[in-house]
């Protein structure tokens, strides 16, 4: 069988649909809080798109404006991962304990959606690091280790945060598939892990190339003075530097 999760749940499909449904778009919504758009255009009045790499993320934030508001973004990609997956697990276990696990990757992979596609914000986001990185924690805590130690081994390594987050992202579905050995959730964990390397795709064509931009802690607080222009072609790519 492809997974044993819905028949050991036994709910009807009904409910099934209504849950997965409610979950999917609460979920979604929760994601498009993206706190460095919300902290730059509507605190700032200067929207970190219009700066350095274009990315509404982290790194790119911190690379523009540097400064306290900074952990203003920060906590706001983690709390809303944290209360979409906490949703989701709290309407999954209504209807059976046996679809706890499953909702916290169904909530996690829509939370990232509209982090990365936010219907607020012209579809325009960031890369899904920060609240990709603390849906893992939510889900279990072994995948949330092997995630984090691949990312920060890699960007202490090679200071390149871009390469730190395709790792992490890519360990994902390996280390779902060893700890729950089920169908729809390893599918569920290749999509998250996908979305993530997807939106680095950029980013991976630099680093082959070897034009990728590395992280330093020292760079934040300065504005870059003009718009996003491409600093080279790459087929189908937006997105010029790193970021969350």
Not at 34 to 44: E, R
Not at 116 to 125: A, L, N
Request: charged share 15%; with cysteine.
């Amino acid at each position: 069988m492809f997974t044993h999760v819905f028949e050991n749940a036994d709910v009807p499909a009904l409910w099934l649909a209504a849950g997965a449904l409610g979950i999917a778009v609460i979920s979604y919504v929760l994601g498009c809080f993206n706190g460095s758009v919300i902290v730059s255009k509507y605190i700032l009045g200067d929207d970190v798109r219009t700066h350095g790499s274009g990315n509404a993320g982290l790194t790119n934030f911190y690379r523009t404006f540097g400064g306290p508001l900074t952990l203003a973004v920060i906590l706001s990609d983690v709390l809303k991962a944290v209360l979409a997956v906490l949703f989701g697990a709290l309407i999954a276990g209504q209807l059976s304990p046996e679809l706890v696990v499953v909702s916290k990757y169904w909530a996690g992979t829509f939370c990232l959606l509209g982090h990365m596609y936010p219907f607020t914000f012209q579809f325009r986001g960031g890369k899904g690091i920060l609240s990709g990185g603390t849906i893992v924690w939510m889900i279990d805590w072994r995948i949330g280790l092997v995630a984090w130690a691949a990312f920060l081994i890699l960007v202490i390594l090679t200071k390149y945060v871009s390469l730190g987050s395709c790792a992490a992202a890519a360990s994902f579905p390996i280390t779902s598939a060893v700890i729950f050995r089920d169908g729809l959730i390893i599918l569920l964990a290749l999509i998250l892990g996908g979305l993530v390397i997807w939106k680095h795709r950029g980013n991976i064509y630099r680093l082959i190339h070897g034009t990728e931009s590395k992280f330093s802690i020292h760079r934040g607080g300065k504005r870059s003075a003009a718009p996003v222009k491409p600093e080279e072609p790459a087929p189908d790519v937006e997105e010029k530097e790193d970021g969350v």
